[in-house]
């Protein structure tokens, strides 16, 4: 059972979160005057983030994002199965694998789809979205809304891995001690059909990816059709995971898009100032 305080005190930290971003009221839960959980708030001194990650269950509703990718919450978020077919999930002590349940339909689609391209057994999915959304104590700034997901680049093995394993199993970093290049020991083909296959699907909004890691691909695709490549963004860290992030989705109003990418593959200047000293 939901602690009604405690959910009520999310709700409103959401909706602060997501004011900037939506001009539509966030829908709060009825029986609960407004006043008192300003009263609430105000007597605690915890941050966001704490409050947002005890809360160990979703808030009730309708299925709403709610805000900006870096700036917002989640209403009636669904949890991925921990383990399917195609994919398990890592770090479980976490509790991050909610989202929107667009999000958890796209994971159940992409996860064999690419299983199938690569020739790999599976994902291994990393950090979704906390129950509820919003601000994490430590990790990202965006991963609010539930439309965010990380992916590993280590295929899932042939077998299912213990609680223990899927909490200290390190994720193995493709990208060369100098940040420039992949490190061509683990790197292969199969990175390349995996993190295309992410970017080919319709409702994804953006891949990001390590520079060392775009700039590989700028170079292995060559003379082929890029054009995929544009969803395919540079982004710090990012080398040992694929994040895969959403577009809004057609139920939630107070989603707010994220810029369209500029033009283009992106393999241009903006990828040449990631490697200025
Ligand atoms: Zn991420």
Not at 150 to 163: A, G, I, T
Not at 196 to 204: F, I, S
Not at 256 to 268: F, K, N, S, W
Request: glycine content about 8%.
């Amino acid at each position: 059972m939901l602690n009604s305080r405690s959910s009520f005190s999310a709700a409103v930290t959401c909706a602060a979160a997501a004011k900037s971003a939506a001009p539509v009221p966030v829908p709060l839960p009825r029986n609960n005057p407004l006043k008192n959980t300003e009263q609430e708030n105000q007597q605690t001194s915890k941050p966001a983030s704490v409050l947002f990650s005890e809360q160990k269950l979703p808030s009730f509703g309708r299925a709403m994002a709610i805000g900006y990718y870096p700036r917002g919450c989640l209403q009636g978020g669904v949890e991925l199965p921990t383990t399917g077919p195609t994919w398990q999930v890592m770090r479980l002590s976490r509790n991050r694998n909610w989202g929107h349940p667009e999000l958890v339909k796209f994971i159940e689609r992409f996860a064999p789809l690419a299983a199938k391209a690569t020739g790999r057994k599976g994902i291994l999915i990393g950090d979704m979205a906390q129950p509820r959304g919003g601000p994490l104590p430590f990790g990202h700034k965006s991963h609010q809304t539930g439309l965010d997901v990380d992916m590993w680049f280590m295929p899932m093995p042939d077998r299912v891995l213990s609680k223990e394993e899927r909490e200290n199993i390190k994720p193995s970093n493709l990208v060369a001690a100098d940040g420039k290049h992949v490190n061509d020991e683990i790197w292969s083909a199969a990175d390349v059909t995996f993190i295309r296959t992410a970017a080919e699907q319709p409702e994804v909004e953006r891949v990001l990816v390590n520079a060392a890691i775009k700039k590989e691909l700028c170079r292995a695709e060559g003379n082929n059709d890029r054009s995929w490549m544009s969803k395919v963004r540079p982004w710090y860290g990012h080398d040992d995971h694929v994040h895969v992030r959403l577009k809004c989705p057609a139920d939630s109003p107070n989603c707010e898009a994220q810029p369209a990418v500029p033009g283009g593959d992106g393999c241009d200047k903006s990828l040449d100032h990631w490697f200025a000293d």
